[in-house]
């Protein structure tokens, strides 16, 4: 069935449209803010019926050509043919109704800081195609979409993506389609590839002998080999880190500073920090500078988050790995912790985490976090723990798609 006249009145964290007509509501695939369309509908759910766009009949006052050729059919961005301007007013109200209908806490504003609009990823990760050429998935499908440059990649990958896209080229033809992914990670200097592959050993036998312009790792379901060393450093400020191959690091350069920097204005001075999902320690490291105690699950990372503390002259520190249900309040008290960070996968903390840290009436969080929707439901769930949002803000790190950045903080009643 076709719906005419149908206007796009916002754009759904994933990218899709919404419309709504007679007092029913569409989640529209291939809607872009602000035009007016035909829409067939595809499946009734709920609360709301899920469509696709067939034609445009009156385009958006915000729209602008996407510079990218790939756009209408890549997955990797969803609002390249909105305005930058009207990109942050989106995620504005994403937050601000995340906000609302989950927490209950109403805003009239919320402040984004708005980033350089390409180029600015310090990573990206690609699908290998048969002929070991370089993709990514299509728009709500697992076709892909082969390309030969990605706008938002830093400028650094993007002088080098030929050559890296002719080494996958080259071990496909020697060995077939024995690659499924590669990650590109650039510190501005060097680059870090990771090569996923079920033969391991293979690629790392034909890769030995070459003469190899890059850092290389080779990484199975069960073995991880290595063709020069396995990690990049960043700078921040006047701060060194070592980023390893699996390790979490911001991937907007631009936005780093201004990140940590609403981080630490909210935390304050004189402060012990207890860094929950600390990773490497990098961000506690950037907020706090020292007086840290870091606990994460990942072996690995806590091996690189001393290292980075040792790498910046820390003197007051402790990083642990431990899942971060460890905590409890005879922990806190022992560390003479003041406040803590929280910067969480997608899916967000889990309850029982934020009952735990409720039990040790820490006065001061800092929740960092690149899902507005699940951020919302853990300040929902601190609320009735006895805590209040004090501030929020968020930092534009994701441009052309409709993620973003927030950072919050919540204190004790």
């Known amino acids: 069935m076709i719906l005419e006249n149908i206007e796009i009145i916002d754009i759904l964290q994933d990218g899709r449209g919404v419309g709504k007509k007679d007092g029913k509501v569409y989640f529209i695939e291939g809607g872009s803010y602000g035009e007016i ?14 469509a696709k766009k067939t034609k445009t009949l009156q385009k958006s006052k915000d729209y602008r050509e996407p510079p990218c050729p790939y756009y209408y059919e890549c997955g990797g961005c969803s609002i390249m043919d909105i305005s930058y301007d009207r990109q942050i007013k989106l995620k504005q109200n994403l937050i601000k109704n995340a906000l609302n209908k989950t927490a209950g806490i109403d805003l009239d504003n919320i402040k984004i800081i708005k980033s350089k609009d390409f180029g600015y990823r310090n990573k990206i990760r690609l699908k290998v195609g048969d002929n070991g050429d370089l993709a990514y998935k299509k728009k709500s499908s697992d076709d892909l979409v082969y390309i030969k440059d990605c706008l938002l990649a830093n400028d650094h990958i993007r002088a080098n993506f030929d050559n890296i896209q002719a080494l996958s080229r080259d071990i496909t033809e020697a060995m077939g389609h024995i690659l499924s992914q590669i990650s590109i990670r650039s510190n501005g200097k060097e680059i870090l590839l990771n090569l996923y592959s079920d033969e391991v050993d293979k690629v ?24 020069g060393e396995d990690h990049l450093f960043f700078t921040y400020k006047d701060k060194t880190f070592k980023v390893s191959r699996d390790d979490f690091y911001q991937v907007n350069d631009y936005q780093i500073q201004n990140l940590y920097g609403l981080a630490k204005e909210f935390l304050g001075e004189d402060k012990k920090l207890l860094d929950l999902f600390c990773g490497s320690g990098t961000s506690s490291i950037a907020i706090n500078g020292d007086h840290l105690v870091g606990v994460e699950i990942n072996k690995s990372a806590i091996v690189d988050a001393k290292e980075n503390a040792r790498i910046n002259n820390l003197t007051d520190y402790k990083f642990i790995a431990k899942n971060a249900k460890y905590i409890d309040q005879k922990f806190i008290k022992k560390e003479q912790i003041h406040a803590v960070t929280l910067d969480p996968p997608r899916a967000g903390i889990d309850k029982e985490i934020i009952k735990t840290l409720a039990k040790t009436k820490i006065p001061q969080i800092i929740y960092i976090s690149c899902n507005p929707q699940t951020q919302a439901r853990d300040i929902k769930r601190f609320q009735k723990e006895g805590y209040a949002l004090e501030k929020i803000k968020a930092v534009d790190m994701f441009p052309q798609t409709m993620h973003v950045e927030t950072i919050a903080l919540i204190q004790k009643m």
């Open 37 to 50: 369309c035909n829409i067939e509908l595809l499946e009734e759910k709920k609360n709301f019926t899920l």
């Open 204 to 227: 790392y036998d034909y890769l030995k002998t070459k003469d190899l312009a890059y850092k290389i790792n080779i990484l199975g379901k069960n073995k991880t080999l290595r063709l």
